[in-house]
Structures are given as structure tokens and as C-alpha cells.
């Protein structure tokens, strides 16, 4: 069973930057690793949305165009960790951030076809 620690969550003014981290154990993923990684996030009142995924032999990453040329996903090999880094940060980025992996390609996971693990959540605000 994988397990996945978020981080990273705070508040911010618009237009500043975070960076979200999600660390797994239970497993160790690698360029072999036909998993991938992914962020969604919820805010009050909305369902869950995609916001990034990673696939993590490839590299290959996805993004939801509300956060394209702003949000960029990657992952640390030796560290078994995937960050999010948030730039340009809008208030309607609001919402609590979740990680997830399961093993899907990137592709798939941005469509949400998947039922992986998911961590406990980490709170963004953005302020305006």
C-alpha cells in the first residue's frame, strides 16, 4: 500500500508562488515505473478537478489549462517525491490539493480513469 504525504499548502498573495510536495512510501518508483503521479484539487462548493500528472518513466507530464504556463510538476527519483510548483497564483486556485498515483499512464490520470491512492490533502489559499 502506497502511502502519500502532501506539503507544502499555505497562504499567499495573488501572484505569489508555492510549491506543493508529495512524498510517497510503501513503494520505490523509478524510471521503470509504469505509475504516475498527479495533483487534483477541490475548493469548497466544487467537485475534485485535475489540475497536473507526471507519468514516471517518462517524464511526460499533463496539465489542465486553467494552470498551463503557470503550475509545473515534476518528481525526484531518489527521493520518491513529486513537487508542484505554483506561479502566478490566483485566488480562484483557492482550494485544498491532493496528490495521487496509481498505475496508469499520465494521459489516462488527467482524465480521471484511474482509482489510485490518494494523500490527506494540503490547503492553498490565495488572497486577493
Known amino acids: 500500500q502506497v502511502r502519500l504525504v502532501e506539503s507544502g499548502g499555505g497562504l499567499v498573495q495573488a501572484g505569489g508562488s508555492l510549491r506543493l510536495s508529495c512524498a510517497a512510501s510503501g513503494r520505490t518508483f523509478s524510471r521503470f515505473s509504469s505509475d504516475a503521479m498527479g495533483w487534483f484539487r477541490q475548493a469548497p462548493g466544487k467537485e475534485r478537478e485535475f489540475v497536473a500528472a507526471?507519468?514516471?518513466?517518462?517524464?511526460?507530464?499533463y496539465y489542465a489549462d486553467s494552470v498551463k504556463g503557470r503550475f509545473t510538476i515534476s518528481r525526484d527519483n531518489a527521493k520518491n517525491t513529486v513537487y508542484l510548483q505554483m506561479n502566478s497564483l490566483k485566488p480562484e486556485d483557492t482550494a485544498v490539493y491532493y496528490c495521487?498515483?496509481?498505475?496508469?499512464?499520465?494521459?489516462?490520470?488527467?482524465?480521471?480513469?484511474?482509482?489510485?491512492?490518494w494523500g490527506q490533502g494540503t490547503q492553498v489559499t490565495v488572497s486577493s
Open positions: 495521487v498515483v496509481d498505475r496508469v499512464t499520465g494521459a489516462t490520470m488527467s482524465r480521471g480513469e484511474f482509482n489510485g491512492s
Open positions: 507526471i507519468s514516471w518513466n517518462s517524464g511526460s507530464t
